[in-house]
């Protein structure tokens, strides 16, 4: 308790937690989008907002035992996360129009954003370095895989696109600048730097991770 | 551990026992209905009956740090699930008669009393009360939800009819009550029977949630 | 921690933890052929050998409370399992030449020993037997349960053959012989034994679940 409320005293917990809610608007935007394709109901909608923007976060959380998860415990996370939900169901017909690449560019920042948030928080509960990477790319794409699996579909994750592995890269980065022994800040800024421009690059080239052929 | 015990002692926690129970059993029923729907075998039906049961409990129960979940502490409710999914396997055709209404009314009673235990339980545990309310949802329709997707399903909840909204409602109207300090027993009888009558009139007026038309 | 250096001490700890290994081995290795078929990518691949391998182990951890789950605290299962799937993926036309009967068997050794793992480490963490039964029958099918669920299927278990009944017999005996006071050994031994050989005789007798024919 004590941590989460020291975040109103000093202006660089602030920036973080903005960055955070931010990610999370995205993320949720994208869950609701989801949700009408899907032909969900307002409800649905809420669910998917909410899931798809903080359940990476929960089963990291669950999976390192902070229980309760963040976004559980701070209301902000779901407050956030259904105001985006609600403003896609009240002003769809505006979200339509927003060209897909910015959608994209931005859905890679908050990838970025989740998966370096997840390596260090695994850390700072004495995971291992190499299970840190994992919960990382977990933090990163659980909450799509988890939204997708609520529409019954195979998560886009598992198929598709250099997304997770975007992730892992970028997570890497970081472990092994810390074994480097650089400094924090420029760890985390050089591991979502590469997350993000290999998400964004793979996408403008067309990159496929390779697949064997079952029969 | 002495919180279990201490049921034995006062008839107050008995009877909430009792109608916890009865809610379990009512959900089990309806997960092995399902379970026959979705052409299982006897070992599915029974962790349909199982799942659908308490399923929404062990989540809440997840989220919010009370670990071991209760009805994995407990065997009462893994009995009583088992006991529910038995009985419709041997006695299917008895089921088949009961009337959907009647099934839809203890459905709505068990939703209820979920809902309004899942709230009263996350608020014990010193979570949020916006918070709080979604754990009282989550208690009433997680199992279903679960149900579903292991049949493969979009959750019904997430699609359909005002279900979740209610057990929302009734929530929210519990909070509200605590806010004004109304006393406790009040307060959960309040949201108890606007959950319930919510659900019910919802199914005999055929209303339905909002939803934004997709491509 | 200690627990899990103390490993390194003494022979038994060490051919305990190469069995387990070698269990997680044969299950990522399914994992990573249902992949294949299901025309998952080289990350999707690495999902399902990791989740088939442990994702039994982490849900009955998180149910009893052991946080963070064995095989996150442990980075050998995940290497282990990453082993397995990367094999599958570079040699995949070997495994293909594999008789079916050989990775039967070799499974229903792996459903063995972790249904016989997960009731003997839900009874350390002082589960009622009855319950530490299903804990056990959730350790040898969870995984392959979340891996058909990401395949977007209706698990295999919940439908056909006898396969968790195979583990929830080894388990249910392994309950009998403790309450008889036999030497753990004994016990331990005696149960996987039973779900084994259940296992394997079902398979080559065609035996199935009965079911309830629904409309």
Redo the contacts between chains.
Sequence with gaps: MTATRSRFHYNPDYLLLAVDLLGTLVFAIEGALA???????????M??S?ITAVGGG?VRD????D???NS????RY??TAFAGGAT??FF?ERFQQIPSNLLMVLDAAGLSLFAVAGVGKALE?K??P??AI?MGCITGVGGG?IRD???????T????DVY??AA?TGAAVMIAGLKLRLPRVVVMTLGGIVCFVLRVVSVWQAW????????
Tied chains: 1, 2, 3.
């Design positions: 949700a009408i394709k899907g032909d969900l109901d307002f409800f649905g909608l669910v998917l909410f929960i669950l999976l390192i035992g229980v309760p998860p559980i415990r701070d209301w779901g407050v896609v169901f769809y509960y995971i291992h190499f299970v994992l895989t699996l609520l529409l019954a579909q195979v998560p994750v598992l198929r598709a997770a592995s892992l496929q991770l390779p697949r064997v052929l079952g029969r």
